[in-house]
């Protein structure tokens, strides 16, 4: 099973967004990057009939990650950290093309999957519910 994190946020129609997140192991300790072996992320649109059903957005799906551009060592604070005092050890700036959040009024969600050096564990996920305004 994948042990998955839902965090929630507001994106403009037809443009990227900052995603942060603090990602943690299976025993509650602080992830760091050289405990992963890769990484990739996916955007889906969801659909407004069907909750939880999703569509990928063309061209959007098994995207692979730079773990050393996005991934921290240490938790950082600072000023665009506003979900606690710990911290966030993982920040991806998604420049998309515009046509990924092209609809307003719409939920999108971006997942990102982490597979770990320790192949006894499964991946790790974390994901992005975005509103489009």
Avoid: C
Avoid at 22 to 42: A, I, K
Avoid at 91 to 116: A, D, G, W
């Amino acid at each position: 099973m994948i042990s998955a994190r839902n965090y929630y946020g507001t994106v403009y129609t037809n443009a990227g967004a900052v995603l942060m997140a603090r990602v943690v192991g299976f025993s509650s300790e602080v992830l760091t990057r050289s405990q992963l072996l890769s990484g990739e992320y996916s955007i889906f649109r969801m659909d407004q009939r069907e909750e939880n059903q999703k569509i990928p957005v063309p061209g959007m799906t098994e995207l692979a990650l730079d773990l050393d551009k996005v991934f921290l060592n240490t938790l950082r604070k600072d000023s665009a950290w506003t979900l606690d005092e710990k911290g966030y050890n993982f920040r991806h700036i998604l420049n998309v093309p515009e046509e990924t959040f092209s609809e307003k009024s719409r939920f999108y969600q971006v997942e990102y999957t982490f597979f770990l050096v320790d192949t006894t564990y499964p991946p790790i996920r974390i994901q992005f519910r975005l509103f489009t305004v």
